[in-house]
């Protein structure tokens, strides 16, 4: 591993990074190559995190979690990210997109049914947003409706693209509980996947992030508890709002930790790679290209740590305006931007072996596009990010 020099860390912050690591060399990147494969889940993996300490990592201790900082979150998936990143992908939409806004957002009886045992393991989360005409306009676009008739709201719809979506055990879902409203008529509610009427329409295959399972979710008079509502009836987009900084703020660490594994293919392949006569590590090219790397995974690391800090400070419900609503934009859309040039440049190093659909560099290039998609389109983060300065 290259020496890292995160001057930004206190000793402690520098500890957990090391310690998610070290559990991720070890338990996590020898299951990295059958996951791509096969997309295939190991089953037992969210347990053995949660036995570990890695799961409810923003949650209070109170229900089973760590009580940490959302930078500490941030660095334990930037070290998972280094090993297997298709876990990494699955262990953010439990532990953040679901277990982070129940904690932040639902009530104490929510809190109390459900975060003890995501806390654990036992449980895994996801977040169900995203609908098959509803893309960059989730709010605007959303078909997905639910309406209240005594103890029970009715759920009706599709959601897609779904992270944890075939193995979940517990979903934040958004509906329109409120047509005539728009985007300001809709809810939050927690969904388990033994209510009647929900059921994984399919399980999508995907170019990247193999490993980490995806479906398309079927919402047919979805049976859920009015108790399972999430704050206030048609309050859901403050939910959505304050928890998507979160979730692009966190994302960026995620791609930190994919590129500084790329760097150190790239090294280690250039030092040992020989071609007329000597190691390809002694042609300036190959050591331009290793310099713009370094570059950039170091700028991607400033910008990540400098906009974890500054979500830290963010108050509950204060997501979704403000600084940290440009922040968290501008903070994934470079890490994303930046990963497919750090990433392009890994695979020209390593030439034909990294166009082999087996090789770990192959295996890094295919997560290049996800995170330029998920989490709002560079396109709408820089709508966010002009926004702000023309306002």
């Not at 996951?35 to 109170?62: A, H, K, N, Y």
């Not at 170091?298 to 906009?307: G, I």
Request: proline residues 3%.
């Amino acid at each position: 591993m290259l020496p890292n020099q995160q001057f930004s860390l206190t000793s402690e912050q520098q500890s957990l990074l090391d310690h998610a690591d070290r559990f991720a060399r070890e338990q996590l990147y020898s299951l990295a190559a059958k996951m791509d494969t096969e997309e295939w889940w190991p089953e037992r993996i969210m347990r053995q995190m949660g036995e570990l300490g890695f799961l409810g990592v923003t949650v209070s201790p109170d229900y089973g979690g760590a009580g940490m900082d959302l930078l500490s979150a941030g660095l334990i998936l930037q070290g998972f990210a280094r090993w297997n990143h298709a876990i990494a992908l699955s262990w953010v939409a439990h532990d953040n997109l679901c277990a982070n806004n129940l904690y932040r957002n639902a009530s104490a009886y929510l809190c109390d049914k459900y975060l003890p045992k995501l806390c654990s393991g036992e449980y895994i989360g996801a977040l169900g947003l995203t609908e098959p005409g509803a893309g960059s306009d989730a709010l605007g676009s959303m078909r997905t409706t639910a309406h209240r008739e005594g103890n029970h709201y009715f759920l009706n719809g599709s959601k897609i693209f779904i992270t944890n979506g075939p193995v979940a055990d517990v979903l934040l879902v958004y509906a329109k509980t409120d047509m005539s409203r728009g985007t300001k008529g809709i809810s939050a509610f927690v969904v388990e996947p033994s209510f009647p009427g929900f059921q994984v329409a399919q399980k999508l295959v995907k170019m990247g992030f193999r490993g980490s399972q995806t479906a398309e979710l079927v919402f047919d008079n979805c049976k859920v508890p009015a108790e399972n509502l999430i704050g206030n009836e048609n309050e859901g987009h403050k939910v959505l709002m304050s928890g998507l900084d979160f979730e692009r703020a966190i994302l960026s660490p995620m791609l930190l930790g994919i590129c500084e594994r790329a760097l150190e293919l790239s090294v280690d392949y250039a030092k040992t790679r020989e071609q007329f006569g000597k190691t390809i590590a002694s042609f300036q090219m190959i050591q331009s290209k290793l310099a713009d790397i370094y570059v950039w995974v170091e700028s991607m690391r400033a910008l990540s740590y400098q906009v974890l800090a500054e979500a830290v400070q963010v108050e509950k419900g204060e997501g979704g305006r403000g600084r940290i609503h440009t922040q968290s934009a501008a903070s994934i859309m470079f890490t994303a931007n930046t990963t497919n040039r750090v990433l392009n440049e890994m695979v020209q190093i390593h030439g034909g072996g990294g166009y082999i659909w087996e090789s770990e560099a192959n295996r890094l290039f295919r997560v290049n596009k996800l995170l330029e998609i998920g989490a709002g389109t560079t396109e709408v983060r820089k709508m966010i990010i002009s926004n702000a300065l023309l306002r």
